[in-house]
């Protein structure tokens, strides 16, 4: 049975870091696209980054850039979602998920459906 565990949440100041894992059993993720997502509380989920699985290529949403890293461990079975420089706004449940496809144009919001396996999140609270 495939499944994805999220682990690294917690509670963090402004301008803090946190790094995120997303750990995978049961399969591997060398031959999928991988996301991570967030939603905050009365908001929709939001394509956070998204990663190939075989290429390592990343890409992020531009509420993330150049503050979010997302990486793959040579055994392709954990992802991580190093988060600097977090603000207020970044509060949120972070979810991981596995899709086939290009991972640039699933971290399109219209694609959020080609995702098939998610994780339970994590949850990041950064006070101000």
């Known amino acids: 049975q495939r499944q994805l565990v999220e682990s690294g949440g917690g509670l963090v100041q402004a301008g803090g870091s946190l790094r995120l894992s ?3 059993s049961g399969f591997t993720l060398h031959y ?7 939603q905050a509380p ?3 989920r939001e394509g956070v980054s ?4 075989s290429s390592s290529r990343t890409f992020y949403s531009d509420s993330v850039k150049g503050r979010f890293t ?3 461990d040579n055994a392709k079975t954990t992802v991580y979602l190093q988060m600097n420089s ?3 706004e ?17 971290l399109h919001p219209a694609n959020v459906g080609d ?3 998610w994780g339970q999140g994590t949850r990041v609270n950064v006070s101000s």
């Not at 998204?50 to 699985?53: E, F, L, M, R, V």
């Not at 970044?90 to 699933?106: F, H, I, N, R, S």
Request: aromatic content about 14%; glycine content about 12%; proline content about 5%.
């Open 115 to 117: 995702f098939e396996v």
């Open 22 to 24: 997303c750990a995978a």
């Open 86 to 88: 977090l603000k207020p």
């Open 50 to 53: 998204t990663i190939s699985g």
């Open 90 to 106: 970044d509060t949120a449940v972070y979810y991981c998920a596995v899709g086939a496809g290009d991972p640039e144009l699933l």
């Open 70 to 72: 997302t990486s793959i």
């Open 42 to 44: 009365g908001k929709e």
């Open 32 to 38: 999928w696209s991988i996301g991570w997502f967030r």
